[in-house]
Every structure is written in structure tokens, then in C-alpha cells.
């Protein structure tokens, strides 16, 4: 039984999983003037359980080496957050979805270094065997949402009065704003709940 389902609750299926993110109250940042970038929350099945597709980057870029990420980056021009994300996936691990496949939009998040990054929930289904076709990405990897649905770790700073957030993960950790785009999203699809994350802070070395 996954962590917080209770006997009543149904299988964590596409379907169930749709339902709850497509009708989730998203909130966006109204930030024009920031660069608009757009990530990848792609839903994969591996040994049949939901899992979440995330990428290492490579050790040797000099922007946030060996972090956890989700695919994605910068907007093209006239391009939507969908659009974006769809692109990202397809180049940096060589997944390619139609906009059939997009479940629904989460809150922006806006980083330190001025970008609103908008998360774009897809479901790809049965999928594994990616590598990194792109020089930013090392590993990618296919972790059950059941190991991702966990209670984060908040942490203080004197640089902000927002708390830092992490999730655990394979012995090191997520940090936003990647973890705060996995957190709403596990709650979301595993719970059905209504958090925000908007206020959760990134880590002092990421604010460049």
C-alpha cells in the first residue's frame, strides 16, 4: 500500500491521476518580465507502479553539476509552456510525447536566477531504457512515486525568511525548485490535495 493511501483509495492510475491534476487550481506567477522556462513532470510505468522520470546532470557543467532535475529549460519564442516541455523531454532524454499525453499544469515556480518555470504534467506510460541524449543530462532515472511521496525536510537560513525545502532521495537530496515542483505534484496526484509551493526557497548556491 503506498504511503498515505488508505484501503478505500483506487489503484494510482492514469486515470485517477488525470483527474486529480487537470483539476488542480493552478496559480501562475503573472511574471512577464522574467525569462519563461518550462519543465517535464512525466509519469512513466515501470514494473507496473507510477513512476517519475528524473535526470542527473552531468558532472561537468559548471551550472548545478550532478543535481537532480526534471527535463526541461528555457522557452523558444513564441512557444507555450507545453510546447517547451514537450521539446525538453524529447531532447534531453530522447522521449518523445504528443500533447495528448499532457495531464495538466502545476503552479509556477519562480527561481532565484529569474526564470518562471511552469511544470507541465505528462504521462508517457510503459518507458525505461532512456539515456541522456543531451550533453546536460548523465542518468536518467524512473523512481516510483511512492518514493517520492514523502514528508520533506525544511531548513533555515539566515539569507531568507522562507524555508529551504529537500526530499530524500537515493541517499542524497532534492532541492528547489525541483523538490518543490516533485512535492506539489506527489501530494496532488497521490493525495488529491491543494498545497502551494511558491514559497519554498532554493538552496544559497543555487541563486545564480
Avoid at 107 to 117: K, L, P
Avoid at 166 to 189: D, E, K, M, S, W
Wanted: charged share 20%.
Amino acid at each position: 500500500m503506498r504511503y498515505g493511501q488508505s484501503d478505500d483509495e483506487p489503484p494510482l492510475t492514469r486515470d485517477a491521476i488525470a483527474a486529480r491534476v487537470s483539476g488542480f487550481p493552478r496559480v501562475a506567477a503573472g511574471r512577464p518580465d522574467l525569462k519563461q522556462a518550462a519543465v517535464a513532470v512525466c509519469v512513466t510505468e515501470a514494473a507496473g507502479s507510477p513512476s517519475l522520470l528524473l535526470t542527473r546532470r552531468a558532472a561537468r557543467l559548471r551550472s548545478h553539476p550532478g543535481q537532480w532535475a526534471l527535463p526541461g529549460g528555457r522557452r523558444e519564442a513564441g512557444e507555450s509552456a507545453v510546447e517547451g516541455a514537450l521539446r525538453e523531454l524529447a531532447e534531453e532524454v530522447g522521449l518523445r510525447l504528443g500533447s495528448d499525453a499532457v495531464l495538466g499544469v502545476l503552479d509556477d515556480y519562480v527561481t532565484r536566477s529569474g526564470y518562471t518555470m511552469t511544470p507541465v504534467v505528462c504521462w508517457a506510460g510503459p518507458a525505461g531504457g532512456q539515456a541522456g541524449t543531451s550533453t546536460e543530462v548523465a542518468e536518467v532515472h524512473h523512481i516510483p512515486l511512492a518514493d517520492l511521496d514523502v514528508e520533506p525536510r525544511l531548513i533555515t537560513i539566515p539569507e531568507s525568511g522562507n524555508p529551504v525545502i529537500q526530499l530524500p532521495l537515493l541517499g542524497r537530496y532534492l532541492h528547489a525548485p525541483t523538490a518543490a515542483i516533485v512535492y506539489q505534484f506527489c501530494r496532488i496526484a497521490c493525495r488529491g490535495a491543494v498545497i502551494r509551493v511558491a514559497h519554498y526557497e532554493q538552496p544559497v548556491f543555487a541563486w545564480r
